[in-house]
């Protein structure tokens, strides 16, 4: 019987052992797991700092873009009839020279031709940067080109809602247009 005692005491004591290694055990788990919860928080952290930094340097990169942007953009609007006026500097010169040989010549063909130049001249050199006038007479009204000034009784039926004068010129630029055609029309 004393035996049987003492082999049940030692299961207990080797019972408590084990309890004690398991907690000890766990002990060490929860060091470990709050090691790794701490590299894990840190490499976190880190990983926050350098996105924070990316949408800084993105952030900055953006607002310079924006900046030189409106700047090239103002840029452009100051300089972009800069092609044409260029180009019709040359007319302006014919006008000088017209206006000087109209005050020193008597002869009125030789101006009237010197005139006819400087006006086919100004016209190809606003063709050539795309101008092109509206062909609006004899043909229907359309409210898309045409302003109505007045409407006047038309000469015949057929002339009814059509464009029977021009009072200005309607102008497209590269196929839009820049300025409608003021018109009669007949009704």
């Keep these: 019987m004393q035996e049987k005692e003492i082999l049940e005491q030692n299961d207990i004591i080797d019972i408590s052992m084990d309890s004690n290694a398991d907690e000890s055990a766990a002990n060490s788990t929860n060091l470990n797991d709050s090691l790794a919860q701490d590299s894990e928080l840190e490499k976190a952290q880190a990983e926050l700092t350098e996105q924070k930094d ?25 300089t972009a009839g800069k092609d044409i006026v260029v180009s019709l500097l040359d007319v302006l010169d014919d006008c ?55 409407e006047i009784p038309a000469p015949t039926q057929a002339m009814q809602g059509k464009v029977l004068d021009e009072v200005m010129k309607g102008y497209y630029l590269n196929d839009k247009i820049v300025r409608f055609a003021k018109v009669v029309v007949g009704k």
Excluded: C, P, W
């Design 54 to 78: 990316k949408y800084l340097r993105l952030m900055a990169e953006f607002d310079n873009f924006r900046r030189r942007t409106a700047k090239e953009r103002l840029e452009l609007m100051q």
């Design 96 to 150: 000088d020279r017209a206006e000087k040989q109209l005050a020193t010549s008597t002869d009125i063909a030789l101006q009237k031709e010197g005139i006819q130049l400087v006006f086919n001249k100004i016209r190809s050199t606003l063709q050539a940067k795309g101008v092109k006038a509206m062909e609006s007479i004899n043909t229907d009204f359309d409210v898309e080109k045409h302003e109505a000034i007045t």
